[in-house]
């Protein structure tokens, strides 16, 4: 049941005011797909100031939330007003969140400057929760200059959060090979910079060379040659001068123009993410899709039909074709 507009106008006044409760409300709603929370985005588009949002992405295990504490700490510092957006794993039984979002940004989640929000992916591809677009919208209309996007990992299809934020850290840690061989594979361009966590491990400045070697024969767009930070999360150490990389990116972005591309990108993208759910859920409504899908997938494995022709039929029934 949709709200009456005094109520819907009431928590939207709550929310620019900085209220997480509410907005904690109010992302539920976007989280679970609710045409109320649709609503309420379109209302929310309307906010004038938009938050600055860094990604921050690269495999389990390398340290991605201690560097976004040291990180939202940095910021906070400086009087930012700041958002944490935590994409978690989803459980397979309740598609719920794994990991607690407090638990990690103890010291710091009693400022009331900031607010941090843990999402779970829900199956969904690219390391990004779907509803991570909604939230980052909420976040500016609570006035949060800057919005963190903590990922769940990377590989060659998780790199949607080139599609959202304007800087993109990339995390690594020395001794994974495996990770430098995917980089090769076609990550590398996602990273804006490149940071080599717990940098008091054996082996942190051959990382770094490597990194740098791969940067040399991957070329550079003209504007901006992506820097490789060494940092240790746990202590603090290259902190200040990954932040100084940031806000110099930042700058970069500003006078030379292309963070106004990079927004008009996103919102293609998610413009287009938006046209696949609506066909998708209007097929869904018209036929029984999933009894199609089986029937097809049976045809298709024994060699009657092919995946091509099954979705030209499914949305000749459908309509759209």
Same mark, same amino acid.
């Given at each position: ?133 909604? #939230? ?65 491990? !054996? ?77 998708? !859920? ?21 060699? #009657? ?17």
């Amino acid at each position: 049941m949709r709200k009456p507009k005094t109520a819907a106008a009431e928590l939207l006044n709550f929310v620019r005011e900085g209220n997480k409760r509410r907005a904690s409300e109010l992302m539920t709603l976007i989280e679970e797909g609710s045409p109320e929370g649709e609503e309420y985005l379109k209302e929310l588009a309307a906010t004038p100031k938009r938050a600055y949002v860094l990604g921050v992405t690269g495999w389990p295990g390398v340290g991605k939330s201690s560097l976004v504490y040291r990180i939202a700490r940095s910021l906070l510092g400086q009087n930012k007003a700041v958002g944490i957006i935590a994409i978690d794993p989803s459980s397979p039984l309740s598609g719920g969140s794994l990991l607690g979002d407090r638990e990690r940004m103890k010291g710091i989640d009693g400022d009331e400057r900031l607010f941090i929000r843990s999402a779970a992916t829900r199956g969904h591809p690219g390391g990004i929760a779907k509803a991570t677009r909604g #939230f980052v919208k909420v976040m500016e209309a609570m006035g949060k200059e800057i919005v963190i996007v903590e990922t769940v990992g990377v590989g060659q299809d998780q790199v949607s959060i080139v599609q959202m934020a304007h800087t993109v850290l990339l995390v690594v840690v020395p001794g994974l090979g495996d990770y430098l061989q995917s980089l090769k594979a076609g990550v590398l361009e996602i990273g804006d910079i490149f940071v080599v966590n717990k940098s008091d491990r !054996q082996g942190a400045d051959q990382t770094v060379a490597d990194i740098e070697m791969m940067l040399g024969m991957n070329g550079s767009d003209g504007v901006w040659k992506p820097p490789v930070i060494k940092t240790v999360a746990t202590n603090g150490a290259g902190t200040d001068e990954l932040m100084r990389q940031i806000e110099r990116h930042r700058q970069v972005l500003e006078e030379s123009q292309s963070i106004n591309y990079r927004r008009r990108s996103a919102a293609k993208t998610e413009i287009l993410e938006l046209i696949s759910a609506r066909c998708l !859920q209007r097929i869904a409504e018209r036929l029984n899709l999933e009894e199609l899908l089986e029937t097809y997938a049976e045809r298709t494995c024994e060699g #009657f039909s092919d995946p091509y022709t099954a979705v030209d039929e499914i949305l000749r029934q459908s309509g759209i074709l």
